[in-house]
């Protein structure tokens, strides 16, 4: 599962690490590598839409999508580790 937890990518002396991809779909070298990312989402409209993130390298085994909320970080469908 990685060397690294949430906890430990979002500290503040890790955020250096993070650089600006320079291709409009960010494309990743073939191999067992775990990749961080981190993006914003703007608030749109408050209708009950819900998000949908599309994967398109079927290379991809998993993806963990974490947010912050008011008690701590959370991951979709399971508890942050």
Known sequence: LGQL????????????????SQDDVPSFEHGK????MRFNLL??????????????????DSIDVYFI??????SIGKPAT
């Open 5 to 20: 937890r949430i906890q430990e990518v979002s500290a503040p002396d890790l955020s250096t690490q993070f650089k600006p």
């Open 33 to 36: 590598s775990w990749y961080w």
């Open 43 to 60: 608030r749109g409209h408050e209708d009950g839409r819900r998000w949908l993130l599309q994967v398109e390298n079927h290379l991809v």
């Open 69 to 74: 909320a008011p008690d701590g970080w959370c």
